[in-house]
């Protein structure tokens, strides 16, 4: 079946260090592959996506790229910043009758 | 839009007690997903539904646990008796033809 493996945290950075969040998956066929951000108190959220291998997505400063050959889709930020502060959800969807498949979530805290 | 909407925002009720909480997801949408979240147990799917049919409830712990979709703007999960173990964030999500999910804010469920 389809699993995602985060990198475990919890992470705790200063203000404008480098952020790496490592994800690797296991799944049968093509699947799209997702960062969602749960801010404190609320919902999780789409942060960003890619949808095919060596697609790029980006948002807010945060980028991951779809390796089909690692099978990994690693989150990185070159300057974080305190209202980054959440935790982070890797996840996969597409090969698995319309539900997604999450990883544990990894808590970032950045410190000023 | 509005997004999706949960009801409750925030449940506390004592132990033997029915609990309904209400979904609605956005319009259009034909996925929908309800989600229980904890510190010990993080997030685990409980049950999704397709067009208002239910595909996939084996995440639902135990007979106690139910959920219906009467219409495509309509959902309850119903824990019915509660009990302690129950307490938790309880998120519903929704998706359309894009494979990305969007949740709502959550139900914030103490059972005493």
């Known amino acids: 079946g389809n699993s995602v493996t985060q990198m475990e945290g919890p992470v705790t950075l200063s203000e404008e260090a480098f952020l790496t969040i490592n994800c690797t998956y296991t799944a049968t066929g093509y699947p799209s592959l997702f960062w969602y951000v749960q801010y404190p108190g609320e919902g999780l959220q789409l942060l960003l996506k890619?949808?095919?291998?060596?697609d790029k997505g980006s948002n807010k400063g945060f980028e991951a790229t779809y390796r089909k050959e690692t099978t990994s889709f690693h989150l990185e930020k070159g300057s974080v910043q305190v209202s980054d502060s959440a935790v982070y959800f890797c996840?996969?969807?597409?090969?698995?009758?319309?539900?997604?498949?999450f990883g544990d979530g990894t808590t970032l805290t950045v410190k000023p | 839009d509005a997004g999706v909407i949960q009801s409750p925002r925030h449940e506390v009720t004592e132990m033997g007690q029915e609990v309904t909480l209400r979904c609605k997801p956005i319009s259009g949408h034909d996925y929908l997903f309800w989600y229980r979240q904890t510190m010990m147990r993080g997030l685990e799917l409980l049950i999704y539904?397709?067009?208002?049919?239910?595909?996939?409830d084996s995440g639902m712990p135990e007979d106690r646990f139910s959920a219906k979709m009467p219409n495509a703007s309509f959902s309850t999960l119903k824990i019915q008796p509660s009990e302690p173990r129950d307490s938790a964030v309880y998120f519903c999500?929704?998706?359309?033809?894009?494979?990305?999910?969007?949740f709502g804010p959550g139900t914030r469920l103490l059972v005493l």
């Open positions: 996840a996969l969807s597409g090969t698995n009758a319309g539900k997604s498949t």
């Open positions: 999500a929704s998706r359309g033809t894009q494979e990305t999910q969007y």
């Open positions: 539904f397709n067009n208002n049919v239910p595909i996939d």
């Open positions: 890619a949808t095919k291998a060596d």
